[in-house]
Each structure stands twice: as C-alpha cells, then as structure tokens.
T-cell receptor, first 114, second 115 residues
C-alpha cells in the first residue's frame, strides 16, 4: 500500500548543532520525494526534493539522503537556528496516469534550544 | 508575487451544518489540490483538479464532501452535514501542471472546528 512514516515524532537539538530527521516509505515504485517544513499558521513549505536516481542532494544547510534498498529518507539540517523550529514532513509524490498527489508522513517536531 | 490564499482562516460551525472553504491558487497554475491535516498527522490527499475537472477525487472520505473549480481558477470545498470528526486544517495547493512532477505551493490552510 501507499504509506510514508517517520521514526521519531519529536526531536530537540541545541542551537548550532546538526539535526537529522528520518522517514520510511513503503512504495518501492516511488521515484520522487520531498521534504516540507510546516510552521504554525502557515502551509507546508518546500525545503528540498530528491529523485530516485540519486542518493544524495544538498541545498543551503540541508541535505537529503535516499536509501532505496531499505526505503529510507533522511533530512539533515546543519548549524541549526531558532527559525528551524517547526514540524518537518517527508512526502512521496505519486504519479498515476498524469495525475499526481503527495503522500505525507506523520511529521517530526523539531525544537531548537537556545 | 501572490501565493495561494485560503478563506476563511478559521471556521467554527455546529454539527450538522454546511460549510464552504475557498482556495485562490497562484495565477496561471492549472493544477489544484486539497489536503486535510488532522491533529498529530500529516496532510492527507482529498482531491486534485487539472483545469476545471477533478482528475482524482479518490481521497474524499464520503459523499458529504464535494469540491468544484468551475472556471479553472478558484476552488471551493463543500462539506455537508458536518461531523466532529471533520475538524481539521484544510490545505489547498496549486502547481503549474503539465507532465511529470511539479512542485506544489501550499496556502496557509483553513482551520475547521465542528462543535
């Protein structure tokens, strides 16, 4: 079936430290994954994406790793800042006959401690 | 430029009432999506429009839920005979459309509370 899940619902790190958020997915045919950041009162905000023909992609302070063998995604945030506090969701973008939809995980709440 | 907007931002209603939630997508985006986020969960897909037509409505939970996009721009999600379990944040997203994967841009959501 289609499902995307997260290992840890909450994560607290000290400001300036690195954080890693993990996600498992079950649809081995999925070929596109996205990480979203959600702050209270705002819609999900795109952070970074990765296609299944890659195992790593880097952005500004963020890195996404994809392990297709074990169907696992991770989001690494370097040198965390207070503004990184939010709920982070991984999502699978599923294409069916030209129509697409996102299947989200439960989310991990990241708290950055000063 | 203007992003996706949703109105109202909050809606409180009584069980059994009818509600309408509005989504204004980014201008020129042909694809529009509705998702529902219940407390402690990730957003769940409800329906996807390509232009005026619903290309995929497989996520609508039952026939009390209906959505329209008559002119291929603004969309309205309609919920009849609301139940307490309908309480959630309803998110709308739009994307340029076209073949392949397209980034979806989300609005701030409408928080629906059914008393």
């Amino acid at each position: 079936g289609e499902s995307v899940g997260l290992h840890l619902p909450t994560l607290s790190v000290q400001e300036g430290d690195n954080s890693i958020i993990n996600c498992a997915y079950s649809n081995s045919a999925s070929d596109y994954f996205i990480w979203y950041k959600k702050e209270s009162g705002k819609g999900p905000q795109f952070i970074i994406d990765i296609r299944s023909n890659m195992d790593k992609r880097q952005g500004q302070r963020v890195t996404v790793l994809l392990n297709k063998t074990v169907k696992h995604l991770s989001l690494q945030i370097a040198a965390t800042q207070p503004g990184d506090s939010a709920v982070y969701f991984c999502a699978e973008n599923i294409l069916i006959q030209g129509a697409q939809k996102l299947v989200f995980g439960q989310g991990t709440r990241l708290t950055i401690n000063p | 430029g203007a992003g996706v907007s949703q109105t109202p931002s909050n809606k409180v209603t009584e069980k059994g009432k009818y509600v309408e939630l509005r989504c204004d997508p980014i201008s020129g985006h042909t694809a529009l999506y509705w998702y529902r986020q219940s407390l402690g969960q990730g957003p769940e897909f409800l329906i996807y429009f390509q232009g005026t037509g619903a290309a995929d409505d497989s996520g609508l939970p039952n026939d009390r839920f209906f959505a329209v996009r008559p002119e291929g721009s603004v969309s309205t999600l309609k919920i009849q005979r609301t139940e307490r379990g309908d309480s959630a944040v309803y998110l709308c997203a739009s994307s340029p459309g076209g073949a392949g994967h397209n980034e979806q841009f989300f609005g701030p959501g409408t928080r629906l509370t059914v008393l």
